[in-house]
């Protein structure tokens, strides 16, 4: 039986979705942002952006929850949502983070208690210069939506098997201590 932690109030949850929409399958990330952005959830923000940067730390910290959206070239298909634990250890350059870099450096530096989690969209073709999805990554970006608008909506975030070693686990955002 998952572990399950809640919350009464609502969830707020900032979905970041990275990637090059120029490069077919590798729009994935930035697809489900605007996917997610139509649906104009409460207490959901949205961004999109070619990579993460130091600067999406300040942005996580201010939310519960922090997901990162990306292309998966060899994941599980359909997708994958695995959390993510806090690692501040930056690569050589600055300009593109890992999601635990991100999530290290929201706490480290702001004090957050975000939780973090990568939903990986597996896709297929990437080496190609065109804006447009193949169509096995566009089936997988419409099961992806339909799995995280409900967990969006319910403010429980369930890993799915294949994106992490660990078993998996229902959570939510940690209770606020106001």
Excluded: W
């Excluded at 090059?20 to 923000?45: C, F, H, I, M, S």
């Excluded at 634990?85 to 004090?111: C, I, K, N, Q, Y």
């Excluded at 975030?157 to 994106?163: C, L, R, V």
Aim: aromatic share 8%; hydrophobic share 45%; glycine share 10%.
């Amino acid at each position: 039986m998952p572990n399950v932690i809640g919350e009464s109030r609502q969830t707020a949850v900032l979905l970041i979705g990275y990637g090059n929409p120029g490069r077919q399958d590798d729009g994935l990330g930035p697809a489900l942002a605007a996917a997610v952005e139509r649906l104009k959830l409460p207490g959901v923000t949205v961004d999109a952006d070619y990579q993460l940067t130091v600067e999406d730390a300040a942005a996580a910290a201010r939310y519960d929850v922090a997901i990162f959206a990306d292309a998966d070239t060899a994941g599980p298909g359909p997708f994958y949502l695995r959390a993510v634990e806090p690692d501040a250890t930056l690569s050589f350059s600055t300009h593109s983070v890992s999601p635990a870099a991100v999530m290290g450096l929201a706490r480290d530096l702001f004090g957050a208690r975000t939780r973090g989690f990568v939903l990986g969209i597996r896709g297929y073709v990437f080496n190609e210069f065109e804006e447009s999805l193949s169509e096995k990554a566009l089936g997988n970006l419409a099961a992806a939506v339909r799995f995280i608008e409900s967990a969006l909506r319910s403010g429980v975030f369930e890993e799915t098997p294949g994106g992490t070693e660990k078993p998996s686990v229902t959570v939510a955002a940690p209770v606020s201590e106001e």
